[in-house]
């Protein structure tokens, strides 16, 4: 079982549907949960950062964070075609020598059609 | 601002051959990351440096792989008589290290087509 679980997709939705995209992870040590989207042939851009368990808002895009249940979630509200990314769940933890290395999800590849 | 600048973009080489992939971070970042990015296998951590400290090697696949950073800034990821398998995308990071622990700024990548 790899540390972090995403559903690879690909989920297309219509313009204007809410999306919800989920990640699952199996080592309790990690502390700092992050979404970041990327473009084709792009790097990948952070969305949301959020260190402890609840939901966090920004704009059309809410983190949640449940650490009881190993479990985060992003939801996109009216959902736009610029929004078409993949999306990749990424975590970390201090690993005692100062490195917070991203441990990531193989990402959801997302497609809004107008 | 500027963000982290990697070079070349596209790399295609033969099989054997040694490339070098360069990554400058953001000013003013002390820590770098190097990631690979391929298909199936998602984004995987290689290297990490902070500082003057002695780096974060775990991540290294082999021992074809190194890497060094340059005063604390400029970073070069070295792979020695590549394999057709080495044929990813090649992610640097840098990061302010704080606290709360950090936030993370991608590169654009370097693509590595080993034929």
């Known amino acids: 079982q790899k540390e972090v679980e995403q559903d690879p997709g690909p989920l297309s939705v219509p313009e204007g549907a809410i999306v919800s995209l989920n990640c699952t992870y199996s080592n309790s040590a990690f502390q700092y949960f992050m979404w970041y989207r990327q473009y084709s042939r792009k790097g990948p851009e952070l969305l949301m950062y959020?260190?402890?368990?609840g939901n966090k808002e920004d704009g059309r895009f809410t983190a949640q964070v449940d650490k009881s249940s190993k479990y985060i979630s992003l939801f996109i509200r009216d959902s736009q075609p610029s929004d078409s990314a993949t999306y990749l769940c990424?975590?970390?933890?201090?690993?005692?020598?100062?490195?917070?290395?991203?441990?990531f999800g193989k990402g959801t590849k997302l497609s809004v059609i107008p | 601002g500027a963000g982290v600048s990697q070079s070349p973009s596209n790399k295609v080489t033969e099989k054997g051959k040694d490339v070098e992939l360069r990554c400058d971070p953001i000013?003013?970042?002390?820590?770098l990351y190097w990631y690979r990015q391929s298909l199936g296998q998602g984004l995987e951590f290689l290297i990490y440096?902070?500082?003057?400290?002695?780096?974060?090697k775990s991540g290294l696949p082999s021992d074809r792989f190194s890497a060094e950073r340059t005063g604390g800034s400029v970073s070069t990821l070295t792979i020695q008589r590549t394999q057709q398998e080495d044929s990813a995308v090649y992610l640097c990071a840098s990061s302010v290290t704080s606290g709360q622990g950090n936030i993370q700024y991608f590169g654009a990548g370097t693509r590595l087509s080993v034929l």
């Open positions: 959020t260190y402890s368990s």
């Open positions: 440096f902070q500082g003057n400290s002695a780096p974060d």
């Open positions: 000013s003013g970042h002390t820590a």
């Open positions: 990424a975590m970390s933890a201090n690993s005692g020598a100062g490195s917070y290395q991203l441990t």
